[in-house]
């Protein structure tokens, strides 16, 4: 069986910049990975590569999911084949509601309308588990809302889309102790109930205390400097970066 996601010698520019060198990334069905590196290694890169940014060329290599070739689609058909990225700084969307906005992404990707009592139920549902107020599903998307409501925002679209691998780029940045744990019940939520894999950008290792940790990966300077299991992620917490980046240097 094919792996969810193979990412093949990449090699990403921007203009005439290269930002990763090489990259080879094997995701597996139900599996959580962490990415972790020093600020400007290139995790983000790699993320809104993975989704298909336009920002972002890839020069060599290739992206294959589910055993398809996708390094050239663009992002909305990623998304349509069940990638997701949430956003480190999640964007202000004027004149659509957050309801209006997930019921259309919801038909997107399934490509079946959705009946609206039926998208309400799930959506009041999935609203409660994150501890967010009702009256954000009728508010304009993320204008207004604060640093944590936009992230709970973002974990509430994972959780109505039930992507087959989602990409959380650094989405307990910014976070107080109360909304790092209503973040992480949304994530423990989408591994247990839709079986679906995470590549987890992070430099808070509080979000992974309730996640099974497979592999882990360390980027340094757009180059994969380790890879290895939840033991990296201790490694990291104690000892920081400083081996790796000698490693490369």
């Given at each position: 069986m094919a792996s969810l996601l193979k990412v093949e010698d990449l090699n990403?520019?921007?203009?005439?910049?290269?930002?990763?060198?090489?990259?080879?990334?094997?995701?597996?069905?139900?599996?959580t990975h962490v990415l972790m590196g020093p600020n400007g290694a290139g995790k983000s890169t790699l993320g809104s590569a993975i989704m298909g940014s336009p920002e972002y060329t890839v020069t060599n290599g290739r992206i294959l999911?589910?055993?398809?070739?996708?390094?050239?689609?663009?992002?909305?058909?990623r998304a349509k084949k069940g990638i997701f990225l949430s956003f480190q700084?999640?964007?202000?969307?004027?004149?659509?509601?957050?309801?209006?906005?997930?019921?259309?992404a919801c038909e997107q990707v399934s490509g079946k309308r959705m009946k609206l009592w039926d998208f309400r139920k799930k959506l009041k549902a999935t609203m409660q588990l994150l501890e967010m107020d009702e009256e954000y599903a009728e508010r304009e998307l993320n204008v207004g809302f604060s640093?944590?409501?936009?992230?709970?925002?973002?974990?509430?679209?994972?959780?109505m889309l039930s992507p087959?691998?989602?990409?959380?780029?650094?989405?307990d940045s910014g976070l107080d102790v109360d909304a790092v744990r209503t973040v992480s019940k949304g994530i423990e939520e989408f591994r247990r109930t839709t079986g679906g894999s995470l590549l987890v950008?992070?430099?808070?290792?509080?979000?992974?205390?309730s996640l099974s940790v497979d592999k882990t990966h360390i980027l340094v300077s757009g180059s994969i400097a380790e890879n290895g299991g939840s033991e990296l992620v201790a490694d990291v917490l104690q000892n920081g970066f400083e081996r790796f980046i000698n490693k490369e240097s």
């Open positions: 990403v520019t921007v203009g005439q910049t290269e930002l990763l060198h090489g990259i080879d990334l094997l995701i597996d069905q139900n599996e999911f589910n055993g398809d070739d996708i390094t050239h689609q663009t992002a909305d058909k700084t999640p964007v202000e969307i004027p004149g659509i509601t957050m309801t209006e906005f997930l019921r259309n640093g944590g409501e936009k992230k709970k925002a973002e974990i509430l679209q994972l959780l087959r691998l989602a990409i959380l780029d650094e989405t950008i992070t430099h808070n290792v509080k979000i992974l205390d």
